[in-house]
């Protein structure tokens, strides 16, 4: 059983061009969280999805991020026209429909670098 | 709303020594706690979790934590460290304060296990 999965492992960008972010989460996992990490900051949620559904984008800056999780096919972080204070570990996470234990199965992040 | 506090950034301890990792928790209804370590440019994995029952909790690793309802604490303990455990340490309560499940994660501690 294969795990979260993210990709890419690693992304560069340059100010003003847009990063996606993409995440796969385990097997029968409908539920799916985005979180950021900066150095000194911790893990920071950013959003709760289930399928075709945003739950909770709370976390997410109003401009700029979007997120999705279509019926089809892995969630999307978008962040359109990065600039260098986006240079961060973004981490996905997942969660079966109903457990009764809540926690949350980690991917290995997408480290993002904008230059 | 829900939260944590880690109050070290970083604990030093010798091979072979006990090692605590600090963790006080505020939560409105019954505390759902965990634990996760991070090692580097990984993402995070789960420990261990307390949701009811017994106060000294077994996890992964030879891990426990020992959750104290009149202290709010959820120390993260290990009676002999090893240098493999040097890690990033995440404390996690469950947030369900909007009618759902998420996590709040602490700022993380540095464990730093020397030879």
């Known amino acids: 059983n294969a795990g979260v999965m993210q990709n890419p492992r690693h992304l560069v960008r340059r100010r003003g061009q847009e990063a996606r972010l993409r995440c796969s989460p385990m097997?029968?996992?409908?539920?799916v969280y985005w979180y950021r990490q900066l150095p000194e900051e911790g893990l920071k949620f950013m959003v709760y999805?289930?399928?075709?559904?945003?739950?909770?984008e709370s976390g997410m800056p109003k401009e700029r991020f979007s997120a999705e999780f279509p019926k089809e096919g892995p969630s999307i972080l978008r962040i359109q026209q990065v600039v260098r204070g986006d240079s961060a570990a973004y981490f996905c996470?997942?969660?079966?429909?109903?457990?009764?234990?809540?926690?949350?199965?980690f991917g290995p992040g997408t480290r993002l670098t904008v230059t | 709303a829900q939260s944590v506090a880690q109050p070290e950034d970083q604990v030093n301890v010798a091979e072979g020594n006990p090692l605590t990792v600090k963790c006080t928790y505020s939560?409105?209804?019954?505390?759902?706690l965990f634990w996760y370590v991070q090692y580097p440019n990984r993402g995070l994995q789960f420990l261990l979790k307390?949701?009811?029952?017994?106060?000294l909790v077994k996890g992964s690793y030879g891990f426990e934590a020992e959750f104290n309802k009149s202290q709010t604490s959820f120390h993260l303990k290990k009676p002999s460290a090893l240098v493999s455990d040097s890690a990033l340490y995440f404390c996690?309560?469950?947030?369900?304060?909007?009618?759902?499940?998420?996590?709040?994660f602490g700022k993380g501690t540095m464990l730093l296990v020397s030879p």
């Open positions: 996470a997942s969660s079966p429909p109903s457990s009764a234990s809540y926690e949350q199965y």
């Open positions: 097997k029968g996992h409908s539920h």
């Open positions: 999805l289930q399928k075709e559904n945003i739950i909770d």
């Open positions: 939560v409105s209804g019954n505390p759902y």
């Open positions: 307390y949701i009811t029952g017994d106060n």
């Open positions: 996690a309560v469950r947030d369900a304060s909007g009618g759902y499940s998420t996590l709040t």
